[in-house]
């Protein structure tokens, strides 16, 4: 047959193999199987509160890039102290998240995320009341343990109780509530942004809130049916399974899932170190890459350094003042948070492969489009015009371009401006104290006048700001949709039961792996590589990230879980090829009904006959 057919076959119940039959002509009063139920209001309850975890991981996201701007002036942090405050958040999550499969395997779905949500409260608590930057080092680890728990955690939970016909959309909730927490957090540090002092403490602290109120929740609601199968406990799954699912008969996919776990756990060859077990089984080997894969490219594709450092990135495209930039990385968080909306109406509608491919070739032009607007400001970097003698040998002041002034982080660029013409510029240090004002000169006071020199760090004065704004307007109008949401939609369907909480926890490591480095490395590699240089290299990697994608990424719309891994029985780079179902639907029948093996196909060794229907 053209189409797919699916191998397993399903096991016969205590009273033989149940008929689900339907006449191919559409002409039976029965429902089919394959006909989307009504769903009932507390699976999205349940996806609500468990997605709370998702908001967590974006307000941290997004509430660091304001908080930062303050920061650096108030302790005084160099690029290193930047890049660790950022970095040793994504650095405690990936540690988390690798244990994070053992964790869910031995205690549950449910107990995990509550163990997160307490984890990010004490962690948001300790970051308020920091009085040094290494309390808020050991604030930002205690919040980034919860985060990696909860980020390989909420997903798995997530797709386990969701109806096939809408796990991408719930699944893809998370995903919507991550760029929400994003948004949230963007809109609290520009609130707070116009305190004198101390307005980062409130922007740190406020992520106690949705943590306690998860928390709360998650002691009311159940395990995932999947996990307490697996565990044995029978009788609880199918209690949980009819909760969940309501009215609805439960029979035949309690026992799908059923023996699709002694299926599992057979061809698995039972015991041994789950992660070895993976390695050693060729279709969830195969899964596993993909996975990792994905994460591995959403970070290569400069997501993390456009979310924390989008007001930086503004600033260095010419926007000097800091709540100016924060409430422009606001509009930005916004434009991720609507486009992932758009993704969570596509992804049951486009299908995950589609969507994937269109979202990451937006990606690729749009930092293109952020390195163009970077170089054409490099090309038309203002000219140092004086070149004063100070009390210490600086090589500040031997530079000729406000551009090489930049990329030196002990230097400043200090100037005045007619209109958009820039004169009387120098190139002086920056203060050790404070990097808001020079060591030394006529811009190292905060004396304000008509005539003032302006103090410009971390930025040159362009007209071409807006090319970089546009773009990354488009670039998170692009990665949203696609790479935002879909590398933890699919990594949440493709692994079998057995290996889904060690296959989540080594994606997700992955991701944050990347993210780590790439977040720890991005104003080092600005500095090396110019501004325009660092975006043409995530360009590059976008490129690599489409041809994986191209060649590796099968479509899993609308397949139950436990029929996902037939997608990669065969090579790896052979899951790219579209999958010809067409709302195809494999069903069994026992030999001894009514129709023939020439209708329907070829009969079985077990006695049952594969037939498609098609819609």
């Not at 930005?332 to 486009?350: E, H």
């Amino acid at each position: 047959m053209g189409g797919f057919v699916s191998s397993r076959r399903q096991k016969s119940g205590d009273d033989g193999e149940r008929s689900l039959i339907g006449s191919p002509s559409g002409d039976t009063n029965e429902s089919l199987p394959d006909q989307d139920p009504p769903t009932l209001i507390f699976v999205y309850v349940l996806a609500v509160f468990s997605a709370l975890g998702g908001f967590l991981f974006g307000y941290d996201t997004g509430v660091v890039s304001g908080a930062m701007l303050l920061l650096k002036k108030e302790m005084n942090l160099n690029a290193l102290w930047q890049e660790l405050l950022v970095s040793s958040t994504v650095g405690a999550a990936a540690i988390s998240a690798l244990f994070g499969g053992s964790l869910n395997g031995w205690f549950g779905r449910r107990i995990c995320i509550l163990v997160a949500s307490f984890i990010f409260s004490i962690g948001g608590i300790i970051l308020s009341l920091a009085q040094d930057k290494v309390v808020l080092l050991v604030g930002r680890i205690t919040v980034g343990l919860g985060i990696g728990i909860a980020s390989m955690t909420v997903p798995v939970y997530i797709a386990e109780v969701s109806p096939p016909h809408l796990r991408g959309q719930l699944v893809t909730i998370n995903s919507l509530f991550i760029t929400g927490g994003q948004f949230i957090a963007s809109v609290v540090d520009g609130a707070f942004s116009y305190l004198r002092n101390d307005g980062w403490r409130y922007m740190l602290g406020l992520s106690v809130i949705p943590a306690v109120l998860q928390f709360s929740g998650f002691i009311f609601l159940p395990e995932s049916p999947r996990w307490l199968l697996q565990k044995g406990r029978t009788d609880e799954a199918r209690r949980v399974l009819g909760k969940i699912r309501g009215d609805q008969n439960i029979d035949e996919e309690y026992d799908t899932i059923k023996s699709s776990i002694e299926e599992e756990e057979k061809e698995a060859g039972g015991g041994g170190i789950v992660f070895f077990r993976i390695l050693n089984h060729g279709p969830t080997r195969r899964a596993l890459i993909v996975g990792c894969g994905l994460q591995m490219f959403q970070q290569l594709s400069g997501i993390n350094t456009v979310m924390y450092y989008s007001a930086t990135i503004l600033q260095m495209a010419g926007v000097r003042d800091d709540k100016q930039a924060i409430w422009l990385a606001a509009a930005t968080s916004a434009t991720n948070f609507v486009f992932t909306v758009v993704g969570f109406w596509l992804v049951d509608r486009v299908g995950r492969r589609k969507l994937t491919i269109g979202s990451l070739s937006g990606t690729g032009l749009s930092l293109t489009l952020l390195a163009v607007g970077f170089l054409l400001s490099s090309h038309n970097s203002p000219a140092v015009t004086f070149h004063p003698f100070g009390p210490n040998n600086s090589t500040c002041t031997q530079y000729g371009l406000c551009e090489d002034c930049m990329l030196d982080p002990n230097c400043g660029f200090c100037y005045r401006e007619n209109g958009t013409k820039v004169y009387d510029s120098t190139c002086v240090p920056v203060n050790p104290s404070s990097t808001d004002r020079a060591a030394w000169g006529r811009c190292s006071n905060h004396t304000e006048t008509a005539d003032s020199p302006i103090w410009a760090y971390n930025f040159c004065p362009t007209s071409y700001s807006w090319i970089v704004l546009m773009g990354l307007i488009f670039y998170l109008a692009s990665f949203a949709p696609g790479m935002g949401t879909m590398p933890w939609t699919v990594n949440s369907e493709i692994y079998p039961l057995w290996a889904r909480s060690t296959g989540n926890a080594c994606s997700a490591g992955v991701n944050w792996i990347f993210n780590v480095l790439v977040s720890l490395t991005f104003l080092h590699v600005a500095e090396y590589l110019t501004y325009y240089g660092a975006f043409f290299l995530y360009t590059g990697l976008v490129v690599l990230g489409l041809f994986f994608i191209l060649g590796c990424l099968p479509e899993t719309q609308g397949l139950q879980l436990e029929d996902v891994e037939n997608l990669f029985a065969g090579p790896l780079c052979s899951c790219g090829s579209p999958l010809p179902r067409d709302n195809r639907h494999v069903h069994y029948v026992r030999r001894d009904s009514d129709f023939s093996p020439t209708q329907y196909g070829t009969v079985g060794s077990d006695g049952a006959i594969a037939y498609i229907t098609l819609e």
